[in-house]
């Protein structure tokens, strides 16, 4: 698994409001978007250089080599392509400027779930937080109305970062759930 972040094109986020509607229990926001919706985030919060959300698309480098016929299969030239797979979304927003805080968001794609994709995106939304936009903390929470908190307790765990539950975070199928809070800092990055 090779991942890359790419800027966002309005076609790559018609493909993330489609794997948002396949995890609503996962979201904070638990309604469904219009295509329209998805539309005006991108151009006003995805767009927004001097706002407070920077995301990026995770992207498969999926290679492939093949030789390149000059009359002779044996004197072929290798050549290598690289595929353009979207198979996630996300990065850090609310981020508070003056603070050097953030927080992690993160969507993959269904097929690509419970494969490490997840595990490589948060790492390269982690190193752009503190190595290029100098965070000095980035936080997140994830729901137990499904199975994601185990997937942040590993992170924390990896990157010395600090984790708890807190009660009554997010109200879904009639229900309120407890969410996994949890902070990732600079200093502890490796």
């Not at 492939?64 to 030239?77: A, H, I, Q, S």
Request: proline fraction near 4%; glycine fraction near 10%; charged fraction near 25%.
């Amino acid at each position: 698994m090779n991942l890359e972040l790419r800027p966002l094109s309005a076609e790559d986020m018609e493909q993330v409001r489609q794997w948002r509607h396949e995890s609503m229990e996962t979201l904070r926001t638990p309604y469904m978007l219009t295509k329209e919706q998805q539309q005006d985030y991108y151009r006003n919060v995805i767009c927004d250089r001097r706002g407070t959300t920077r995301y990026w698309g995770l992207h498969d480098l999926d290679i492939v080599t093949f030789r390149e016929m000059l009359g002779d299969p044996e004197k072929g030239k290798v050549r290598t392509q690289f595929g353009n797979s979207l198979i996630g979304y996300g990065g850090i927003e609310n981020i508070e400027w003056e603070n050097r805080h953030g927080e992690i968001s993160i969507i993959i794609a269904p097929e690509y779930r419970g494969k490490g994709y997840g595990a490589e995106g948060v790492q390269l939304f982690l190193q752009e937080a503190f190595d290029a936009l100098n965070l000095h903390a980035v936080h997140g929470e994830c729901y137990y109305s499904h199975d994601g908190p185990a997937f942040w307790k590993h992170l924390v765990e990896k990157y010395r970062g600090w984790g708890t539950d807190l009660p009554h975070r997010k109200f879904w199928k009639g229900a309120y759930w407890p969410c996994y809070w949890f902070i990732f800092y600079k200093e502890n990055w490796p």
